[in-house]
Structure formats: structure tokens, C-alpha cells
């Protein structure tokens, strides 16, 4: 295999929840150059491959964007023409994946190819509806099947079907009848535990239990839509004790995170975490060279002061902006204001040179001074200024330092903000949230007050405090609901009572 032009990374997205994707896979992800990602795969992974092109290829029953040898053939001319392909398959690619048929191509051609496994749906799904696959003292086995192995060409004569142990059928709901008949034929019981699961590990997730001899009965009565996975087998009767992930506090619920810019979010992670289905939707785009006089001399700052998550996020949108990286930093030194703005600086190998656990300016300023003696003389560089509070830069200048502000992008609308708003309104939201007045006041500018007023109609809107709240109000969209106090914590704690209420 040569490794001389482009390579191939054929990876697993897991079945839906974005928190099931493996670390080499996030690592792939960061280094691509163009993705080709099928419509199984959540398209909140798209966010690790920031710079990369993607490409969609999926493939659903009775439509086909594209045909397997039309994939092929693309993965082999992508490789080619760039250095790193990432080919993004729901699953597990060499699990029902057709992942061994890519490889096939790529190995016959001659590319060089990496395989990242990803979490397998028959295993991760019935995990998420409480369902054991194997269990001791119950089955010590468990088979993968497709739906199609029960009935037409690929058809298994019946003493090839296992007679015992758990069923995992991929691609089953249409071959329910079929599912069952056979199994019955073979030997199964027709009171033989069964669950049907659709949109698993997903918000959306259903669960359906019932048994062998009501399979299609319970597919057509409750209308089971593909992505849906069937389990065969007595560990169905765990879910009674172990369901877990239905359980969650915002399960089922539809938020939609309007954001300032695209990036880490903790909002958007204590959601997931909580079971809703989150729609971010970023209001603002960094552009050109930002305000203030470009930075031709980085190693004339003394310390780089980042107040925020977001204030690391503009550093590194500045250097993209130029094409460079980190390593024009070396030499200065960086203060990170609080842990999760360290942690982020981190994420980008970058380690802080000084974390301050207070945004206290006075034990801010100590610290400084126990770190680097005397901060007279001494230049400091703010990037995103609008965001460091008024008495920590008077402290700075106030003891003789140099302080430079680098308001590091323009906030323009984001390139595809129509598509954006399409996404927004297929999504439907229940919640609508803003935590800021800059992105409440982009977001009106996004939709226009017609379909601000069309999205106020179906959704609740919830703003962290007052000062998001205004603009909303101001601008004609909803009223929006607002915790007492105003945290990040309290708003999730107020979704979370309000979504109460409607259950």
C-alpha cells in the first residue's frame, strides 16, 4: 500500500449520539481536508472537521444520493487531489457499513487506508433502552443480522438461524413479518420477548417491546420509522429495571443554542447531557483583519490576557486569518481566566502560563505580579477587549502597564444563514435560547421579524437574563422566559421545570 499521495481514513460516527465517536475518530476528524459523510451520521461531528470540505454521499432506502461504486470512485479521485480523506459512516463501518467494500476499492487502486471502527448500533442502542445483549444466567450470546437475511435473495434456510441467544437485527422493520415467521418456524417461541427501537441514542429515541408473535402487529400500529433496530431475546425483560437514558430530565426535548459563534459551548453539552435534541445556531462569522492595527510583533508582548473562552476562540481566528499558528505565541506568556478558559486554550496544545480561579481584578492583578514581578513596563495583549472587565485594564495601566486591545474579527451574518434558518424551522424547537443580546439581536437580523414572529408561534423562548431578554422584546419577537438568576444553570433548571409541566 503506498503512502505516498492522499489517505484514507474510513471511520465510524457511532449510531447517533456525538458523544459516541472515538477519540481517534475526533483526531481524524481535526486533520481532514474533505469529509464524505453518509445522512446516518449526526452533523454535530461535521464541527471537528472546521476546515475541511464535506462532501454528503447518503444513502437511504429507495433513494441514493449516490451509488456505492459512485462513492467509491470519489473517495479514490479525492485522494488524489488532496492529502487527508476522512469517509464518515454511521455505526460501525465494517458492521452492515459496506466498509469493506470501500476498502476493497482503495486497496485494489493502490491508496493508503486507516479503518477507525466506531461504536456498533447493536450494541450501543439496546444499551441506551436498558437492554442487555448478553446477560449470565440469561444468554451468553448474541448474533448480528440484517433484516435482509430473513426473506428474499439473501434469504438463510432455517437451520442456519441461531436457536438461541440474543438477535440483533439491523434494517428489520420492513422484514418484520418475515422476522417472525421464521424465527417461529425455527423454533422460537412466539411469546419470546421482543423490543423495536427507533432513532437509538438519539433524543428522538422510542423503545416498543412486545412479543415474537406481535412483531409486525407493533411495527404497524406504532408507525416504527427507520433508523430502527429489532431485539430478539429474554434480556428484553431488563429494560424494565435499567432504562436510563428516557429517563433523563430533557429527553425528547428540542432546544435551539442561539449562539454568538460557532465553538465549544457549555450550554450546548449540559443539555446533550440532560437527553434534548440541541440545534445550534451560530449568529455571527469571524471576518478579514478585525478592528485595531494588525500584530506584526508578537514577541513584544510580555503576556497575553484571555478573559474568556471566546477570547482564546478570537486568538486563534486571527492567526487562521493570516495563516498562522501557535508557534508565533512562543515566548509570551498567557493568563487564562478560569479553568474552562484554560481548558479550551489547552484543547489547542497550548498550555497557560498562569490561571487565575478568581475573576476578582485585584487577585487577578496579584497573581500577575507573583508570576512576573513589577507590571510596570510590561505589555499585555487583549484579545476580544469588549470582554475584560473595565476595573482589570484600569488596574493594568493603573500600575504603569502597556495594554494593547485586538478586537480580532468583524461579526458579520455567517456564509449560509439561509440554509441555517431552513435547518431551524425543520428542526422545530420547543425552546428558543439566547444568552446573549448580541446574538438575540443577529438572530432577528438572520430571520427577519415575519419569520421571527412564525418561530415565536411554535417555540417557547428563553433568554439567561435581562440583557438578552431586551432585544427580543425590543425587536417585536416573543417575550422570552428568564430564570431569576442569571446562569447558565438556572436557565437549563428552567427548561427543565417548564418541560416538566407539559409531560
Known sequence: MTEGGGKVYIVGAGPGDPGLLTLRG????????????????????????????????????????????????????QAARVGRVVRLKGGDPFVFGRGGEEAEALAGA?????????????????????????????????????????????????????????????????????????LMDSGRAAATLVAIIENGTRSAQRTVTGTLDSLEDLCEKENIQSPALVIVGDVVRFRETLVWFEERSLYGTRVAVIRARRGPSVLVSTLR???????????????????????????????????????????????????????????????????????TLAERYVRADATPDTFESEEILALLESESGPLKGQRFLLPRADIVRHSLREGLEARGAEVTAMDAFHPEIPAGSEALVNGLFDFAPDFVTFTSASAARNFHAILGQERAEALGRKSLFAAIG??????????????????????????????????????
Open 26 to 77: 475526533k483526531e481524524v476528524l481535526e486533520r481532514a481536508d474533505v469529509v464524505l459523510f453518509d445522512h446516518l451520521v449526526n452533523e454535530a461531528l461535521l464541527r471537528h472537521a472546521s476546515y475541511a470540505e464535506k462532501i454528503f454521499v447518503g444513502k437511504r432506502a429507495g433513494h441514493h444520493a449516490l451509488t456505492q461504486e459512485d462513492i467509491n470512485r470519489l473517495l479514490l479521485e
Open 273 to 343: 447531557d440532560l437527553g434534548a435534541d440541541v440545534f445550534e445556531f451560530p449568529t455571527v462569522e469571524a471576518r478579514s483583519e478585525g478592528e485595531g492595527a494588525p500584530i506584526h510583533d508578537w514577541a513584544s508582548f510580555d503576556w497575553i490576557l484571555l478573559a474568556s473562552m471566546n477570547a482564546v476562540e478570537a486568538l486563534f481566528d486571527y492567526l487562521r486569518a493570516r495563516e498562522q499558528d501557535a508557534r508565533v505565541l512562543h515566548g509570551v506568556k498567557l493568563c487564562a481566566i478560569g479553568v474552562k478558559t484554560a481548558r
Open 110 to 182: 493502490g491508496v493508503a487506508f486507516e479503518i477507525v471502527p466506531g461504536v456498533t448500533a447493536g450494541i450501543a442502542v439496546p444499551a441506551y433502552a436498558g437492554i442487555p445483549v448478553t446477560h449470565r444466567g440469561v444468554t451468553p450470546s448474541v448474533t448480528f443480522m440484517s433484516g435482509r437475511a430473513m426473506e428474499g435473495a439473501d434469504e438463510l434456510p432455517l437451520d442456519e438461524l441461531p436457536r438461541s441467544g440474543t438477535l440483533v437485527f439491523y434494517m428489520g422493520v420492513k422484514a418484520s413479518a418475515a422476522i417472525a415467521k421464521r
Open 466 to 503: 435581562p440583557g438578552a431578554a431586551e432585544p427580543t422584546i425590543r425587536l417585536g419577537m416573543k417575550a422570552p422566559i428568564m430564570p431569576s438568576t442569571p446562569t447558565l444553570d438556572e436557565l437549563v433548571d428552567l427548561l427543565v421545570q417548564f418541560q416538566r409541566k407539559n409531560k
